[in-house]
């Protein structure tokens, strides 16, 4: 993966989305007819490597779709998913996999996001199993090493998903995320329906790991408030689209689109009792 | 877990002497009696039959024959057959060896044949094999067993593609043992084709459905998201995650394992314990009755515990409370 096509003076971004558009087609029934929905339309960013883009919008902008055409769940309709100089829109799950390490995702509702019926080792060693990467003895050491950086007792290993507390839950799935080393990690709405404290444990927790290791991060959140503290920079969706984007304080500072000056209104509000969720 | 194993075994025995009081009591309260065709009999005294009945003690009252049978379970007799003359042990050993062997093939068959079925067609959803499969299952959940087996027996009576009736050929006793074994698998072939039709479609339809759900959970998506797709994703991610329903299915039909055939076996002429116990029915050849019927009770327990067990096994969420969750 260091094959870099002429390279620049200045060094090409981790990622660089172009023009990126997913059309869903709602399934009809005898009584509806089938339609279709454009959650995402020409959307184009860029990510430089160990810095946090924060995504915001009110829900059902198409942030999340955003962040599933990029973690490769879905496959994007039309555009670029540039990353280390290959368009991951392009290929096919199979081609996908060795590229599947350095792009992780850690999603809303840690509860669903594991298997219920593996232990917290089975989930986290799994990513490492598909990608043939080391000896048991050496998954283990890597698994106790991602519990460990995600602020979990290594012992804990044997116990199943459901034997966690929300925030330890958002912190197993980061540990599973992050077993594998990744550059790029796509946090869609991690800390939504986490208590305050828990929030600011597991925001403190994702700033330090991304000091560590130098992970970028695409956290993608409707609360602006909180993106003011976590990213570099902030792009604001609405409607499918790019409406806004630019440095965190200015943006914070100095909205220019209606949407963003809402979402900061509204971020203002739920300062207090946050987690209200979508 | 040795104290939960010890508190469903005491609920067990309890429930069977519950089962046994009941069944006892409905039986001897049915209308007619062994005796009741030698009685049309005018060759035959009323004395005589009074002494009949003295002799397997019909005239005693109720508590006192109830004893006795409890007796006999205890000795392993399990009652006496007055029609064969015979402990009803001995009498059902043969037959229910023979239930047993057609039952276990059956039950092997459909569940090698739905779970896959099942998964496929769950991780194809609404494709043409989906849709083939749905169509089918509905089909045959809506066809009654006994409908399927005349209409298989007539099939096998106009081709003579297969034996019908009885269990093995004549001359079977000079066969080789593997010619012993294709003869016993002809004869079974008509049976079992029967159970696994009627089986495999509610085991297809409940798997699919909860195979289904488990498909477009967020975890599915997590674990595609780290590349894990193909078999690989459908057999250690998803049908682990879908097991449930299935484990309890599998419960039930480890309990029909001797009471599910028994419809089939009086129209295919299987020798199991489907026509010894129509026989004794229409007889009032009661402990064989009873005997059949705490079989019956004693298997749906057996299965419902095994399934409780395999669900505790299975799933982390039902093991939660116990002390060792490392």
Request: hydrophobic share 45%; charged share 20%.
């Given at each position: 993966m260091n094959s870099q096509p002429s390279a620049p003076a200045t060094p090409p971004p981790l990622l660089r989305v172009q023009e990126l558009a997913k059309t869903y087609i709602r399934r009809g029934s005898f009584t509806q007819p089938g339609a279709r929905v454009?959650?995402?339309?020409g959307v184009s960013f860029s990510i430089e490597a160990g810095s946090t883009l924060g995504l915001a919008g009110s829900s059902g902008c198409g942030k999340s779709t955003v962040a599933r055409c990029i973690g490769r769940i879905e496959r994007p309709d039309e555009g670029k998913i540039l990353f280390d100089g290959h368009n991951?829109?392009?290929?096919s799950f199979r081609e996908l996999r060795p590229f599947r390490p350095a792009i992780q995702m850690v999603f809303q509702d840690a509860a669903t996001a594991m298997?219920?019926?593996?232990s917290a080792a089975d989930i986290i060693a799994e990513p490492l199993l598909i990608q043939g990467i080391g000896t048991a003895e050496e998954r283990a050491g890597r698994v106790r090493q991602a519990m460990q950086e995600a602020g979990?007792?290594?012992?804990?290993?044997?116990?199943?998903?459901?034997?966690?507390s929300g925030g330890q839950r958002q912190r197993l799935t980061l540990a599973r995320a992050l077993v594998l080393k990744p550059k790029l990690l796509v946090l869609?709405?991690?800390?939504?329906?986490?208590?305050v404290s828990t929030r600011a444990q597991i925001a403190n927790l994702l700033l330090a790991v991304q000091a560590a290791h130098g992970i970028a991060y695409l956290f993608i959140s409707h609360d602006l408030f909180l993106l003011g503290h976590l990213a570099d920079r902030i792009a604001v969706m609405s409607e499918g689209q790019l409406v806004e984007e630019g440095p965190t304080s200015q943006i914070m500072a100095r909205p220019q689109h209606a949407e963003t000056r809402k979402l900061l209104a509204a971020s203002g509000r739920q300062l207090a009792p946050a987690g209200a969720g979508r | 877990m040795k104290s939960y194993v010890a508190r469903r075994l005491a609920r067990a025995v309890l429930l069977l002497f519950a089962v046994s009081v009941l069944c006892f009591l409905l039986t001897r309260l049915a209308?007619?009696?062994?005796?009741d065709e030698i009685r049309?009999?005018?060759?035959?005294?009323p004395q005589t039959i009074a002494a009949l009945q003295a002799r397997y003690g019909l005239d005693e009252p109720l508590p006192l024959r109830y004893g006795r049978w409890a007796r006999s379970v205890a000795r392993g007799d399990f009652g006496f057959s007055i029609a064969y003359n015979t402990p009803v042990a001995q009498l059902m050993w043969a037959p229910a060896k023979h239930t047993l062997l057609l039952g276990g093939v059956a039950m092997l068959l459909c569940w090698l044949i739905s779970i896959p079925l099942a998964v496929w067609s769950a991780a194809y959803e609404r494709s043409w094999f989906d849709r083939g499969v749905s169509a089918l299952t509905s089909l045959f959940i809506s066809i009654p067993e006994i409908v399927l087996a005349l209409a298989l027996l007539a099939f096998a009576m106009r081709s003579h593609a297969l034996p019908v009736g009885g269990m093995t050929s004549v001359g079977?006793?000079?066969?080789t043992a593997w010619g012993k074994a294709v003869d016993i698998a002809r004869h079974m072939l008509a049976p079992v084709v029967i159970l696994v039709l009627v089986g495999t479609p509610v085991i297809v339809r409940h798997l699919r459905a909860s195979v289904a759900e488990v498909l477009h959970a967020p975890f599915v998506e997590a674990a595609r998201g780290c590349g894990i797709g193909g078999a690989r994703l459908l057999f250690r991610h998803v049908l682990p995650a879908a097991a449930n329903p299935a484990i309890s299915l599998f419960g039930l039909s480890l309990a029909a394992l001797?009471?599910?055939s028994l419809l089939v076996e009086v129209v295919t002429g299987w020798p199991g314990l489907g026509p010894l116990i129509l026989d004794a029915t229409l007889a009032r050849d009661l402990d064989v009755v009873v005997a059949a019927a705490m079989l019956g009770a004693a298997m749906m327990i057996v299965g419902n515990f095994a399934a409780d067990l395999l669900l505790l096994a299975a799933d982390p969420r039902i093991r939660t409370g116990s002390p060792d969750a490392g």
């Open positions: 454009q959650a995402v339309k991951l829109a392009a290929l298997n219920p019926s593996f979990l007792p290594a012992e804990w290993s044997g116990r199943a998903a459901h034997d966690f869609d709405e991690p800390l939504t329906g986490l208590d | 209308p007619g009696s062994f005796f049309l009999n005018p060759q035959i005294s079977f006793d000079e066969l001797l009471s599910g």
